[in-house]
């Protein structure tokens, strides 16, 4: 039933065995006939005696039938289909029907009889195409209710047809297995219904037409949300292609229809909906259209379909999707909206070229607001930081790690971070400066190891750096590395000591060729701290003779344990504040000038210090008189009063300003570095060039060298090497140099 049955078989009772059937199936298709074999049983009862013997013969002549056998016998025949035909029962014992055809087979009348079932079939389809053709026929296609009634109606005379057929072939099963099977050139019983069916019935151009609108109809209602009769779609288009007319008179108008729906709700989509929720119904369109396939289309329809929607919802309004909703979808960080998008425009052809495009665009024009904005200067690194995770986090997460999008985003960094010459190289010194000078008291090791790796990568960007730059802040890291140990076998040192003092000592080992130069302040620090200084020194020296070691007090930091009336703390504070905090373990109040000597520690460095301990957040200690600012005479009182709700308490050292002094100093330190660079490059090229005109070599350079440079400082550069016998002007022409080897 449905149009889908392949000629199955309704045996009557008592007909052959299926084993028995297909034994002679088999002996059928290599060319053999059926044995015909009849057995005479001798003896009484129901059954036979052990031993028992069923003497079986071979007929050497075949018996011929009674007069009129054939005509009565086909009589029968015809009766018994036509009783199939109308739905009614049959007078006759279906074993004695199927016995029937097999005896006129035998006697040679099988294309007769062929002929004659054909003809009784064709007559009885040929009937029922009156009642469709009675059947009044709607002017618009959208009389969906008179559409909807003709389908049913087509549907069961479809359903009728198959069952009728199933039966007619069963009882015809012997002339279809042998006469049939043997002639090529005859259609099988199943076929020949099918065949009278498409040529009759649905080849009639009134009949198929307002089939085939009614169906288009009804998936038009499923489109739009309605509910509609999928199983009677279902039914339809199975029976069109087992009709084999389903390509040319169903799929073809399909296509169009669905083409021109979804180049119309795609246009007009765009304009009323914001990218996030077109691209869910995109989504949406997709997987409806994807289960319609499943369930009640032909296979074959999926590829066409499915590229018909992409193309009209995503292929025509690529650029206008990524101009209208990127950059949100971007900035706002959507996840989920973000896979989606890729996922979709990966479908379509040219897709992720374009969606590259534009992810590119993106990350240029990001970066740049925050590289070439002084304003932002400040949180440059950290905001460079935070742009490199969210875009990786993207890439991972919603682009699959796809290389070429990886690759894109190197590119497009190291576009946007190099618009801006020397500043984004100095404030990435200055953070990996802030954040080592602070160790572990902002980070865990862990959390520093992590945060000066993301740096790295940032730092490769700038083309600037170089190696040489970049290896000083390599080295950097290997001596944070290498102080991890050392400090591993101190503390088994101290271990063995006589006296290992109650003070935790952790010392980071600086090589100063590595790191930015610092001045050296000398402090008074107490007794035991100075004699901890000489336990590490005495260690470090014996296992490295020949190294100097100079303490930088600037960088040291230390967690003091208090007690106040309500209860214990714990601050983490620099060196200097440590100093001091501990003069109030001799006394409750210190003037500036009392602490400055005590201390040691130079004027401003101990303003500065103070205020953070009595004007800051954290008031340990209380100013008097009260101001803001640290001034000569002023007295400074323990304050036992001191309360926060939390125990471990963070003094920062407030921070002196960078001065333009500074920053001069740095930009020069930058062109020491670079200038060995230029230095390199003008004597590869002389070296390969030998002679060469001030322009070209000037040119040449250019062309080589990643960092700007001006063509004053190449010419001071020029004159350098020229100084150092590495060049020479030629004699007659001093805008010529020739290599000197």
Not at 13 to 32: D, S, V
Not at 201 to 224: A, F
Request: one cysteine or more.
């Amino acid at each position: 039933p449905g149009g889908t049955a392949s000629g199955g078989e309704i045996l009557a009772t008592k007909a052959p065995r299926k084993a028995e059937r297909r034994q002679w199936e088999r002996q059928e298709r290599r060319g053999g006939t059926r044995p015909r074999y009849r057995v005479r049983r001798t003896g009484t009862g129901s059954r036979p005696a052990a031993g028992f013997q069923l003497p079986v013969s071979s007929f050497a002549e075949r018996p011929k039938l009674p007069d009129n056998y054939t005509q009565d016998t086909w009589q029968k025949l015809h009766e018994a289909v036509g009783a199939i035909q109308s739905s009614i029962s049959i007078k006759y014992n279906l074993e004695e029907l199927y016995q029937a055809v097999e005896n006129l087979c035998s006697y040679k009348v099988s294309a007769t009889l062929y002929k004659q079932l054909r003809q009784v079939c064709e007559d009885h389809v040929k009937a029922q195409i009156l009642q469709f053709r009675e059947y009044p026929f709607p002017v618009h296609r959208n009389d969906s209710l008179d559409s909807l009634l003709f389908l049913k109606k087509i549907n069961k005379c479809w359903q009728d047809h198959c069952r009728q057929m199933i039966m007619i072939r069963s009882i015809f099963l012997f002339l279809d297995r042998t006469y049939v099977l043997q002639n090529s050139m005859l259609p099988s019983i199943w076929d020949m219904g099918l065949e009278l069916f498409r040529n009759h019935v649905i080849s009639d151009k009134q009949v198929q037409s307002k089939t085939i609108d009614g169906i288009l109809l009804l998936i038009e209602r499923e489109r739009n949300g309605e509910a509609v009769d999928r199983s009677l779609l279902r039914s339809l288009l199975s029976m069109l292609s087992d009709l084999q007319v389903y390509k040319e008179s169903f799929e073809q108008r399909f296509l169009e229809e669905t083409n021109c729906l979804y180049a119309a709700e795609g246009q007009r989509l765009m304009q009323e909906r914001e990218v996030p929720e077109y691209l869910h119904h995109v989504n949406k369109r997709l997987e409806e259209e994807g289960d319609r396939v499943i369930t009640y289309l032909d296979h074959s329809t999926q590829k066409p379909l499915i590229a018909c929607v992409e193309k009209q919802l995503l292929g025509e309004h690529l650029s206008a999707i990524l101009q209208k909703g990127l950059d949100n979808l971007l900035d706002e960080n959507r996840i989920s909206d973000l896979t989606q998008t890729y996922q979709l425009f990966s479908r379509v052809k040219g897709g992720q070229q374009i969606l590259l495009q534009h992810w590119s665009e993106y990350i240029k024009n990001f970066g740049t607001t925050i590289v070439v904005n002084p304003e932002k200067d400040k949180d440059m690194v950290q905001e460079l930081l935070d742009f490199k995770d969210k875009v990786d986090h993207i890439i991972e997460v919603c682009f699959q790690k796809n290389e070429k999008f990886i690759n894109l985003m190197k590119e497009s960094f190291e576009t946007f971070i190099n618009k801006r010459p020397n500043k984004p190289a100095e404030l990435i010194a200055k953070y990996v400066d802030s954040k080592l000078r602070a160790g572990n008291k902002e980070a865990t090791d862990e959390e520093l190891e992590r945060i000066l790796d993301k740096i790295m990568i940032i730092f490769r960007f700038i083309h600037e750096c170089g190696a040489a730059f970049t290896s000083k802040l390599e080295g950097m890291f290997k001596d944070m590395e290498l102080s991890k140990d050392v400090m591993v076998q101190f503390k088994q040192y101290m271990q063995n000591q006589s006296d290992p003092g109650n003070i935790d000592l952790t010392v980071n080992i600086l090589t100063m060729g590595y790191w930015p130069t610092y001045t050296p302040m000398d402090v008074h620090l107490n007794s035991e701290m100075i004699k901890l200084q000489e336990v590490f020194k005495t260690f470090y020296l014996g296992k490295h003779s020949g190294r100097k070691l100079q303490w930088q007090t600037t960088l040291g930091h230390a967690v003091l344990k208090a007690e106040f009336k309500e209860g214990k703390k714990e601050f983490q504070v620099s060196l200097f504040q440590t100093l001091v905090l501990l003069m109030f373990n001799e006394g409750d109040e210190f003037s500036f000038e009392e602490i400055k000597m005590a201390t040691g520690v130079e004027d401003s460095e101990l303003r500065r210090t103070l205020q953070s301990l009595a004007c800051g957040k954290a008031r340990v200690l209380i100013k008097n008189p009260k101001g803001k600012d640290v001034e000569d005479g002023d007295k400074f009182i323990f304050n036992g009063d001191f309360k926060h709700k939390l125990f471990r308490i963070k003094i920062n050292q407030i921070q002196m300003k960078e001065t333009i002094e500074e920053q001069v100093s740095t930009t020069e330190r930058v062109f020491q570095d670079r200038q060995y660079q230029i230095d390199a490059a003008i004597v590869r090229i002389m070296k390969m060039r030998k002679t060469l005109g001030h322009n070209l070599l000037v040119s040449e350079l250019y062309n080589q060298l990643k960092f700007p440079v001006k063509p004053g400082d190449l010419k001071k550069r020029i004159e350098s090497l020229i100084d150092r016998d590495y060049m020479e002007r030629d004699k007659d022409n001093p805008n010529q140099y020739h290599y000197v080897a």
